[in-house]
């Protein structure tokens, strides 16, 4: 079985500040990882993933995450946040073996609530 | 944008009712799956269907049932609605050539009374 935890479930910054969400999984095989953003009353919009390679991943708006396998972690960052980056994020992640006849099946942490400041 | 939708958007029923929420996905999207989203909560898998047959459950009773259409359009049924099936439903579809990544629709929101 896999798990996610995400370890803050709400960080405030200011804008302008860098800052580091973090996410580690559990899973007794290789996983799949990925980021999801989900602005208030919408549906999950894919950030960025990592299914194998470089252990930094670079993705939409500016974000990028490493994968630390050592540390079973996923930590999602950004150098300089906006206000419109205000948004509850998610860590997943799947198992590749279940994707190779069908689509992958995501495990969620609980969300991490990024509220950005003036 | 996703080219996935949802409908309805939100929807209000009573306890021990039945609800059907439907999804539409982009053509050529073989795989479908939904998540439930308790408030607060990360989602949850309910299920997924490949080929328009099912695919692998999560923890979720037989009341939760689906669908999978030739045309890439989907449901969702859920019977003897309870309290706590108050939640966001979300679908998901996937191609067959990216099938790690999954296209999330707008949600339908679900008030059980």
């Known amino acids: 079985a896999q798990s996610v935890t995400q370890l803050d479930s709400q960080v405030p910054v200011f804008e302008e500040a860098p800052v580091e969400l973090r996410c580690n999984y559990s899973s007794s095989v290789s996983v799949y990882l990925f980021w999801y953003v989900q602005y208030p009353n919408q549906g999950l919009q894919l950030l960025l993933k990592y299914l194998s390679g470089s252990t930094l991943v670079k993705g939409i708006n500016g974000f990028e995450a490493e994968f630390n396998k050592s540390q079973t972690s996923f930590h999602l960052r950004k150098p300089s946040v906006h206000i419109s980056d205000t948004a509850e994020y998610f860590c997943?992640?799947?198992?590749?073996?279940?994707?190779?006849?069908?689509?992958?099946?995501?495990?969620f942490g609980e969300g991490t609530q990024l509220t950005v400041n003036p | 944008e996703t080219g996935v939708t949802q409908s309805p958007t939100h929807l209000i029923k009573t306890r021990g009712q039945q609800v059907t929420l439907r999804c539409s996905s982009q053509?050529?999207?073989?795989?479908v799956s939904w998540y439930q989203q308790a408030l607060g909560q990360g989602p949850q898998f309910i299920f997924q269907?490949?080929?328009?047959?099912?695919?692998g459950r999560g923890n979720f009773p037989p009341r939760f049932s689906g669908l999978q259409f030739p045309n890439y359009s989907s449901e969702l049924n859920v019977n003897a609605l309870e309290l706590d099936d108050s939640a966001l439903y979300l679908c998901?579809?996937?191609?067959?050539?990216?099938?790690?990544?999954?296209?999330f629709g707008p949600g339908t929101r679900l008030l059980v009374l």
């Open positions: 269907y490949y080929r328009e047959e099912e695919n």
């Open positions: 053509s050529g999207h073989n795989t």
């Open positions: 998901a579809s996937s191609l067959p050539d990216n099938q790690e990544t999954q296209y």
């Open positions: 997943a992640v799947s198992d590749p073996r279940s994707g190779e006849t069908s689509g992958s099946r995501l495990t």
